[in-house]
């Protein structure tokens, strides 16, 4: 069926005018995408578990720099795996969508945790309330920042629609905010045990990018 500049065919688009491609997303593509942010978020969790001398996996102790690859390898397990059996196209699509949610993961924690030294070495900030707005702060810079980024990488010369920021990449950020009240030893983070959602959070992000088309 031909409208427009659009060709349809079945379970997919490609647009001309905004070079674009797209198909309905599937069960393999949800499987494949889960299995590969799993092997993911486990592979350095063992690890981590191995340097911290521990047999539980959900009581590790993360740095940011844990936190970074944590999310890193979440999300390239996720595509590396989604990616298999996909025609050129849509593993560069991937591919984008793979970088744009590291960035959005990784980005707002190191710019929240620059605005949280800050916040610690000023007299009038270095409080509950300083350092709330420090994260919210930062994880606003960090994310449009990210995307900014991501958009800049994946489309140069600016040919195709950029990817916006979503209801769901932002509720994604809240592995930030648990990692900056893990590092920044809120109390209340400390006795909920908040770091342990980190892991799901990581996977959810891979599993995102690797179903993507």
Not at 138 to 166: E, F, W
């Amino acid at each position: 069926m031909l409208v427009g500049m659009n060709y349809t065919y079945p379970e997919q688009t490609f647009s001309r005018r905004s070079r674009t491609y797209t198909r309905d997303v599937n069960t393999d593509d949800k499987i494949k995408a889960a299995i590969g942010s799993a092997i993911g978020t486990l592979c350095p969790m063992f690890y981590l578990a191995k340097k911290q001398k521990t047999k539980n996996i959900f009581k590790l102790k993360y740095a940011l720099s844990d936190m970074v690859i944590l999310s890193a390898t979440s999300v390239a397990g996720g595509v590396a795996v989604g990616m298999a059996g996909e025609n050129k196209q849509a593993q560069k699509n991937k591919l984008k969508e793979g970088l744009f949610m590291f960035m959005n993961a990784s980005i707002p924690a190191w710019v929240v945790a620059g605005a949280l030294k800050l916040s610690e070495s000023s007299r009038k900030f270095n409080n509950i309330q300083g350092k709330i707005m420090s994260m919210a702060g930062g994880l606003l810079v960090g994310m449009y920042g990210a995307a900014s980024l991501s958009n800049l990488i994946c489309d140069p010369h600016d040919k195709q629609p950029d990817r916006k920021l979503t209801l769901k990449d932002c509720a994604a950020n809240i592995d930030d905010a648990i990692g900056v009240l893990v590092l920044a030893k809120f109390p209340l983070a400390s006795k909920l045990h908040i770091e342990r959602l980190l892991p799901a959070i990581y996977a959810y992000c891979g599993y995102r990018a690797g179903k993507s088309n």
